[in-house]
């Protein structure tokens, strides 16, 4: 039930896929409350990695904190060298608060009279100094709390300088703090840690499937003629042209191995009696994908480009999103993870930001701002879209192109500070959609987190793709259940089965229910207000 911290750092790929190791097992095994691990994991995977004795939370912090004697810190402090060594260093911060300066104190001594290296260490929260106030909010945000509230008991941290900083700063803290203590050998300690990491984050093969590349080549080509035939298309000759262009250049990408692996967990979804959305996204362009049954959709018929889709320029895999019903999403991760294994399926983590409304309504509530203040300037807030370039700005251009909020600054300076949190990281959570598929357990490229229940890595879609990671969009659309389930209702009562792939897209009454003036609700994708316009 009890833990406490301590430093690990990886020296090289050895020491990081062990680190991972002991991340990994901490979120999955030791998970109590917080991940943790225990010293006979730390010992037994100890290799290229560096140690030290931990911050003011260590262990060693929490006999200093009881006011144990010296040689219990220094028999304790010995007994970690021995189990971690000999990458094991005695960590020292700059700490002025009471409990702080008692725990360096301490550590110096018995580091010295044990003859265990010391390493100087920043506790580091935020890149800059004027930051603090910063943390200072987003702690108490975190912890649902008011500004007003005296500090203890309100969550907020012993000193405001837990910045970035320079050895010359760090000399000259340590000197004001302990001014009868000598830290120039932590200090150059430091320095040599540095650059005794010698790392590269390694790179994951892209998941192939288990033939021979020719085999792979007569595998993909009898699919899309097998399809052609199935669709009734052999004989078009515009049909035929287009196949083959599309097959070389997929073949010449080397996309192949992806083009079978989407085709295949799609057509075991449709065999499931699981309904799949007939195309999203540029995808709908590739006559390929509508041979391999992975689109419903006729790129031909409608007009679509191919190169949309896929680029003679480009050379990262085309993204393929597809749509299940949101119900049975699971059934086709459940698949993957049987063919291919359950250690080498997980889902992407995405990192959700403070939003522009959010940290308003926050900062509001810390700071006990009026509702109708809030509400007005959130009422007035600049709208963006992700792909603008100032869409990191829209509160900082807000305050400064509309009178109210102009004014509402003058009456709330702290407001100001919503422009600082704007577009930066809130939390980890999962992704909606992103599943990745490695060769090897994604133990071994990534840390694994645990979040109510789930496994999702440490990365997000970009980091994913940067280590070469296969990373396919499975989506789950309550529509599609809706759609299933009044197709089914439709067959229990009237005795038709609605094939929705082969709906006819001219039918009038459809179209009467687009020139609808109020609102086009429960259609995906056009019960939104901005296509609600286009529509009208």
């Not at 911290?5 to 990081?16: C, E, P």
């Not at 262009?245 to 692996?261: A, P, R, S, T």
Request: glycine share 6%; with cysteine; hydrophobic share 40%.
């Amino acid at each position: 039930r009890e833990y406490n911290h301590i430093t690990v750092i990886a020296l090289n790929n050895t020491g990081y896929k062990n680190l991972l190791k002991l991340v990994t097992d901490s979120w999955l095994k030791g998970f109590y409350y917080k991940p943790r691990t225990d010293w006979r994991e730390l010992s037994l995977h100890k290799e290229g990695l560096l140690f030290t004795s931990g911050c003011v939370s260590s262990a060693l912090g929490e006999l200093v904190k009881n006011n144990a004697s010296i040689e219990s810190i220094k028999e304790l402090l010995d007994r970690q060298n021995k189990l971690l060594g000999p990458n094991f260093y005695a960590e020292v911060t700059p700490l002025v608060f009471p409990l702080g300066k008692k725990y360096i104190e301490k550590i110096y001594q018995a580091a010295k009279e044990l003859n265990i290296p010391l390493l100087a260490t920043s506790d580091c929260h935020y890149p800059e100094s004027h930051q603090a106030k910063l943390q200072e909010i987003m702690l108490c945000i975190q912890s649902n709390n008011t500004m007003a509230t005296p500090a203890p008991p309100r969550w907020k941290f012993d000193q405001d300088d837990f910045y970035l900083k320079s050895r010359e700063q760090m000399f000259k803290d340590f000197m004001i703090a302990y001014p009868n203590l000598d830290f120039q050998s932590a200090l150059d300690n430091t320095v040599k840690v540095a650059e005794m990491v010698n790392f590269k984050f390694p790179q994951a093969k892209p998941l192939e499937l288990p033939m021979s590349e020719n085999e792979k080549i007569k595998l993909f080509k009898e699919l899309c003629w097998k399809g052609m035939i199935q669709r009734g298309l052999e004989k078009k000759k515009e049909y035929v042209t287009r196949a083959k262009y599309e097959i070389e250049l997929i073949i010449k990408k080397c996309f192949i191995d992806y083009f079978l692996i989407i085709s295949d967990f799609i057509l075991f979804a449709k065999r499931s009696d699981i309904l799949v959305g007939p195309a999203r996204g540029s995808s709908a362009g590739s006559l390929v994908c509508y041979l391999l049954f992975i689109t419903e959709v006729d790129p031909i018929e409608h007009g679509l480009i191919f190169e949309r889709f896929i680029d003679l320029n480009r050379e990262d895999i085309p993204d393929i999103d597809i749509d299940f019903e949101d119900e049975k999403r699971h059934i086709v991760k459940e698949y993957l993870m049987e063919k291919y294994g359950e250690d080498k399926v997980g889902d992407i983590a995405t990192f959700s930001t403070f939003k522009g409304k959010m940290i308003i309504q926050d900062l509001g509530r810390i700071y006990k701002i009026p509702f109708e203040v809030l509400n007005k300037i959130k009422s007035l807030l600049i709208f963006r879209s992700g792909g603008d370039s100032r869409a990191g700005f829209t509160i900082e251009d807000t305050f400064a192109n509309f009178e109210y909020p102009k004014q509402a600054l003058k009456e709330y300076p702290m407001l100001d500070y919503a422009k600082d949190f704007e577009g930066q990281i809130r939390q980890l959570s999962k992704h909606a959609a992103g599943v990745v598929i490695g060769n090897e357990p994604l133990k071994n490229i990534c840390a694994i987190y645990q979040r109510q229940g789930e496994k999702i890595l440490s990365m997000d879609y970009d980091d994913v793709s940067s280590v070469g990671l296969l990373k396919i969009d499975i989506l789950g659309l309550n529509t599609l259940t809706f759609l299933k389930k009044a197709a089914n209702l439709v067959g229990q009562r009237h005795n038709k089965i609605i094939d929705f792939y082969k709906i006819p897209l001219d039918d009038e009454e459809v179209y009467k229910a687009f020139r609808n003036p109020e609102k086009l609700f429960g259609i995906f994708q056009f019960d939104g207000q901005a296509v609600n316009q286009v529509c009208r």
